[in-house]
Structure formats: C-alpha cells, structure tokens
C-alpha cells in the first residue's frame, strides 16, 4: 500500500511540495515533522563489547500545524527502529488477545446483568489487576499501532548503503516530491517495471 520512492543518498538538501503531507493544506503554517528508521551495524568489536549498535537517518517534512502531533505520533510507533518495532510486536501478539478477553468479560457481564449466567458461588469475579492492566494496555497498543498506519503520510521502509526508500500514502504527493527532487529521487516501481522490461516483479 502507498507509493515507493528511492532516494539516493546526495546528502543535497531535499525539495518538499509547500504543503502540509497529511491534508494537502497550501496556506496554513507547516512545521517540520521528523521521520526516521535505524539499521543495524554491529561488528565484531561491539560484539564482544556486548553492544548492538544501529545507525539511524531521519528526514523532516512539512505538515500543517493541526495534523503535526499526531503525525509525530503515528510517524513514532511506525518507525523502523528497535523500540517501536517492539512495542508493535507486543500489539500484535497480545492485542488481539486482549480485545478478544474484553469482548468476552463485556459479554458475560452483560449476560450476568441479565441473569442469563449466575456467577459462580464462592468464585470472586474480579480479574487480577494486573492482567485487566496488561490487556487494557496491550488492547491501546493495537489500536494505537492500527491507528498510526493509516494517519502516516509518509515513511523509511528501506535503509542502504545506496540510499533510502520512502513510501508515501498519497501517490499524487509522492509525484510532486520527485518532480522536486528529479536529481535524487525516483519512483520505485517504475524502477522494477525497467529491470524486468515492462514485467513488475514487485
Ligand atoms: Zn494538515
């Protein structure tokens, strides 16, 4: 989903459309909006330090002043570095978990409510607190990951020696930024349509 574009690393100041990524505002004030994504490079020096070491690179991109903390957010929990990637990890295994015991304990209360299933005697119907916790917080965690997905205009998929790759949510401002950048950037697909003569193996 969205539209794939390579940057080559010029390390030449990038050209962004004067308008807000998300909403497509033209004369609103735009702030800058970090996006960023680590890679891995660990040697064997840092091994035996017990290290792991990442190297990461961030590009900033206007947005409108009203789109730009949640953005930021979003941009945040979809980044390709270790903590996000953690957490996401951590929604997606328990988040389904815990909607699906939510869902379940709602539907009983409800059913209890109605007196369609007695509790059981001498059973106390309270969960621990900690797991009401850890599901209320892993069920947030999901939502806010799924959230972020779609309220993301832009992000690094892709982190190499020869540059980066961008994927931008809207194909019509994923146009306008190579337009702006025609040294730089080029679109990734078009990219795979050449190798393969006019066959997409992406
Ligand atoms: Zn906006």
Known sequence: MGTQIHLSD??????????????????????????GIAREKTHLKDLALQRLVFESATLTYPVCERHAGGVRLASWLTRKSPLPALLRGVAWVFGPLALLTGAMAVGLGVLRLLGRVPAPAGVSPDLPLFFVAWSVLAAALLIGVLWARRHVPLRLVRFKDDGLTLRFSSAAYARRFVRANPDVARSAESDCLDRTRNVSRC
Do not use: N, Y
């Open 10 to 35: 010029t390390g030449a100041p990038l050209r962004w459309p004067r308008e807000c990524a998300q909403c497509g505002a033209k004369d609103e004030r735009l702030v800058g909006v970090p996006v």
